[in-house]
């Protein structure tokens, strides 16, 4: 079965920092890669998705891009933090894109001050 | 565009008793639906879903939920809760079976009494 290593699990950053956020997931080749934010009291939000290494589509414009450098790793960055880039961000995974094997990370919470 | 709508914010019941998280939803066809459970901190686990056949589905921990079209409801259900049960419960549809298509409510916290 799947695993997804997220890291880190919390993180603190000033306004203007660069972010980068790293998934890699295990059980499991050529995933559908994707990033979700999580506002306080709000549903998940897709940012991206990947069907495979350097194929990343965009849902939202925003200040954050997201790579894929390998099959099973799946990076978030920003250049500069806005302090509306704070959330809950969530890694997932499924093979095919069936949304009924879509498989969670656990997980970062940024907070930009 | 299809849309999720999760009524209750917060619920609160005690220990044993029964449970019913609401769960509306706007698509015009047959729309794929999922329950997903969140502990603090944790990403989301799949409690269970429907596709068709069978408007009552049966899921993980004891949950169900029931397909309604003519409401176009998804509401779950348990019938005794446990304290383990304290999360966020989240409601979501797709118009296909596809993951990129998924949208969620805004999700609906069970604190659970003693």
């Known amino acids: 079965s799947q695993t997804i290593h997220q890291w880190p699990a919390t993180l603190v950053q000033p306004v203007g920092s660069p972010l980068s956020l790293e998934c890699t997931v295990e059980g499991t080749s050529n995933p559908n890669l994707y990033w979700y934010r999580q506002a306080a009291g709000r549903g998940l939000q897709l940012l991206f998705y990947?069907?495979?290494?350097?194929?990343i589509s965009s849902e939202v414009p925003q200040n954050l891009s997201a790579s894929r450098p390998q099959d099973r790793q799946f990076i978030l960055s920003s250049k500069k933090l806005l302090l509306s880039d704070s959330g809950f961000y969530l890694c997932a995974s499924t093979p095919q894109g069936r949304a009924e094997k879509l498989f969670f990370g656990s997980g970062t919470q940024l907070s930009v001050l | 565009a299809q849309s999720v709508t999760q009524p209750d914010i917060h619920i609160t019941v005690s220990e044993g008793a029964s449970l019913e998280l609401r769960c509306n939803y706007s698509?015009?066809?047959?729309?794929?639906l999922f329950w997903y459970v969140q502990s603090p901190g944790q990403g989301l686990q799949l409690l269970l879903k429907y596709f068709s056949g069978d408007t009552l589905v049966q899921g993980i921990k004891g949950f169900e939920a029931e397909f309604k079209r003519s409401q176009s409801s998804f509401n779950l259900r348990k019938p005794s809760v446990h304290w383990s049960d304290a999360a966020e419960y989240f409601c979501?549809?797709?118009?296909?079976?596809?993951?990129?298509?998924?949208?969620f409510g805004s999700g609906t916290q069970l604190t659970v009494l003693p």
């Open positions: 990947s069907i495979g290494i350097d194929q």
């Open positions: 698509y015009g066809a047959t729309p794929y």
């Open positions: 979501a549809v797709a118009d296909s079976g596809s993951a990129r298509q998924l949208t």
